[in-house]
């Protein structure tokens, strides 16, 4: 049996909003074992981020449990959320916005060891800093650079260098590499792969590109419009997707390669707004596979097969064939 | 209608823009060739600040001067040099017989005006045609992206983001253009409404036989929508070929390279195999071949001289050293 790292159950965060409650994330289940990869996909506004702050307790979640090593944090005081940070960071989009632009790659490193009192000395707030700066590959003489003196890429490093100081085991990592072009997006995925073995890190690897997704994840999440969809393993959602918005995710990437033709699923419509969301399927009013019981009837996320669980009235569970 | 698909609508050559400011010359676009024929598409491919906006700007002659100065080269659009033409001449052109997409729909729509109304504005600009008639091709248009016309009357900000994109698309196409020029209309949207897009796009080229430039940096959609594929680094075309060639015999290192930092979605692989290094400034290019101090199979000549356009055959063109020989056929 693996070690399960954090598990989320029926987790929910609403937005007040003018209009009402905003429907961010509406309960939903997952769980991470310990040095795996969850990747969470979905489109533009389903819910991913709030997924990951919520997980971090950088905003609160409305109702559910966060299990992380046993413990809900949910529960924790502020004395416990902190030590729990130092184990569970996150790392941006924007490598730009989320740096402090007045200081130093070497204050931005630093800056968590000293608020941790993570140093003995000067000497050893250098010495850790300058192995951090290493360990993702930026040379030394850029300790005393600022950030808008480098490019995308660099900036990333910091970013992972600084959510590295404090040895976490866990990190939220919300599209880290979207911002990048591909080809310092793969110098950074790699990066992000050998820290994983070296220190034994659990991932929840957020990102809307499935290319990404796939290559990074043990096992894969869907979501669409604050619910979790679909998720299995890494490979079988690829092979076998069950749901139909997942049949048109996948069927709607370009893939890079003229020998090979998919059949192309064109979705009719957006995506409905999260604020009093449809009472039924979260995906009804885009489905093209939709039956009348799709309209109020919301789909559970059901066991379909071991790993591999499903949230849509037209699957049912495979009994024991 | 022209008749002749094999003649070049587009030409360019040795197209040379520079940014001049404060802190250095930026040399954005540097000898750059590109051709393209009637009812063809072209790909222009290439990560950040590769120069692929600029190209597009100097067609249409708009690139901002100061700072921008098209230094040399030649625009050829169906037999005339765009670069020769003066800004009155430019006007009768731009939005009837070259138009352009943006990234962002929200740079080229109106936040005051109706959509429709903006649609007619291009066709009253362009065509002789009155008020009502202009209202109603421009009805005609948003029908033909799928835009219901009781939502005709509609603000842009009432739309989403891919509808918006929509909407552009039917300004583009509006004056039934020789050349769209498309940079990055997808970019911002979501996958699935990008395959919607994308559809839309494939199907009005081909009805109206227009000739487009698409500019990305997802091979996925040149794979999909482009006939030839033009490659741009560090402001050069770096390789140009149709596109099963490209993708099935890609030459240049620099797309190889790309081919291997994508995550391939049909394969597992443990590592992907990206470029080393970082993007070169086109503030201060090196004097070689300018993927040099990337490149893995750079030898000391590459380092001091500047790869020329070599023809491989099979309109398959590359500017890389290794191939110097291999000229001509
Ligand atoms: N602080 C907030 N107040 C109100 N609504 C919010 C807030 N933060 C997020 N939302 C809304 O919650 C929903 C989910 O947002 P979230 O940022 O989690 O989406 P996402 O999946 O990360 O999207 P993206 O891919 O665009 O980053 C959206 O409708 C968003 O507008
Ligand atoms: N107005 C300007 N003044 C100075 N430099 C400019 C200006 N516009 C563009 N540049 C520079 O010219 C180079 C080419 O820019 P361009 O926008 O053409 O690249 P691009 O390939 O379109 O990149 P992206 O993928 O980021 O859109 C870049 O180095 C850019 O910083
Ligand atoms: S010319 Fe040399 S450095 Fe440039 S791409 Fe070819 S082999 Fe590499
Ligand atoms: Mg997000
Ligand atoms: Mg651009």
Request: aromatic content about 6%.
């Amino acid at each position: 049996m693996p070690d399960v790292l954090m598990e989320v159950r029926n987790l929910k965060k609403y937005f007040k909003t003018k209009r009402g409650p905003l429907h961010a994330v509406d309960g939903i289940n997952f769980s991470i074992n310990k040095g795996e990869t969850l990747g969470l996909v979905g489109e533009s506004g389903c819910g991913k981020s709030t997924t990951g702050r919520v997980v971090l307790r950088l905003i609160d979640a409305t109702d559910g449990e966060v299990i992380f090593d046993g413990e809900n944090i949910l529960d924790y005081n502020k004395t416990k959320v902190r030590t729990f940070r130092e184990n569970a960071q996150i790392i941006f989009q924007d490598p730009f916005a989320s740096l402090n632009p007045r200081m130093s790659v070497f204050e931005i490193i630093a800056e968590p060891l000293i608020i941790n009192k993570k140093a003995q000395s000067r000497q050893d707030l250098r010495k850790q800093v300058l192995k951090l700066m290493d360990t993702v590959g930026l040379v030394a003489r850029l300790e005393n650079a600022y950030p808008h003196e480098l490019d995308g890429g660099r900036r990333q490093r910091i970013g992972i260098a600084r959510s590295l100081a404090l040895k976490p085991s866990f990190i939220v990592q919300d599209e880290p590499v979207s911002a990048l072009d591909v080809s310092i997006q793969a110098q950074i995925l790699n990066l992000m792969e050998e820290l994983q073995k070296e220190m034994k890190l659990t991932y929840l690897f957020i990102s809307h590109d499935l290319g990404v997704i796939k290559h990074v994840s043990t096992n894969i999440a869907i979501m669409y419009l604050g619910k979790i969809v679909e998720m299995s393993d890494y490979s079988s959602i690829f092979k076998s997707p069950l749901h139909p918005y997942t049949k048109a995710l996948l069927s709607a990437i370009p893939i890079p390669s003229v020998d090979i033709k998919r059949e192309r699923i064109i979705l009719e419509g957006d995506v409905p707004s999260p604020i009093s969301p449809p009472p039924g399927c979260r995906f009804y009013s885009r489905c093209f596979e939709r039956m009348d019981i799709c309209k109020d009837t919301d789909p559970e996320l059901i066991e379909y097969a071991p790993n591999r669980q499903v949230a849509c009235h037209l699957i049912k569970p495979q009994s024991n064939v | 209608m022209p008749n002749n698909d094999n003649e070049l609508l587009l030409d360019i050559k040795d197209l040379t823009i520079h940014y001049i400011t404060e802190d250095g010359t930026v040399c954005a676009v540097n000898n750059l060739n590109l051709s393209i024929k009637r009812g063809e598409t072209v790909g222009l491919v290439g990560e950040t600040g590769a120069g692929k906006t600029t190209t597009a700007l100097g067609i249409m002659q708009l690139v901002p001067n100061p700072p921008g100065k098209i230094i040399g080269g030649e625009i050829n659009f169906a037999g005339e040099n765009l670069a020769a033409k003066n800004e009155a001449a430019m006007r009768t052109i731009r939005g009837k017989k070259i138009s352009m997409i943006f990234q962002d729909p929200m740079t080229s729509l109106n936040p005051v005006i109706p959509v429709r109304d903006q649609i007619a504005e291009v066709i009253l600009l362009h065509e002789n045609v009155t008020a009502a008639e202009g209202l109603a091709k421009a009805e005609e248009m948003l029908e033909l992206v799928g835009i219901r016309s009781e939502r005709a009357k509609d603000y842009p900000h009432q739309f989403s983001g891919g509808m918006r994109q929509r909407v552009v698309i039917a300004i583009a196409l509006a004056c039934n253009p020789e050349l769209l020029i498309a940079d990055e209309p997808t970019t911002a949207l979501d996958v699935t409404i990008q395959a919607q897009v994308l559809e839309l796009m494939k199907r009005l080229k081909s009805e109206f036989n227009t000739s487009m430039i698409m500019i990305t940096h997802d091979l996925g959609i040149v794979a999909d929508i482009c006939d030839k594929v033009a490659i741009m680094y560090a402001g050069s075309v770096v390789e140009m070929a149709d596109k099963y060639d490209l993708f099935r015999n890609p030459k240049h290192p620099y797309t190889i390279g790309l081919f291997g930092s994508i995550p391939d979605i049909e394969k597992d692989e443990e590592m992907l195999k990206p470029i080393k290094g970082y993007m070169a400034d086109p503030a201060n290019l090196p004097a070689g071949c300018p993927f040099s101090p990337r490149c893995e199979l750079a030898t000391a000549e590459c380092h001091t001289k500047k790869p020329e356009n070599i023809d491989l055959g099979n309109n398959h063109f590359v500017k890389c050293l290794q191939y110097a020989n291999q000229g001509g056929e």
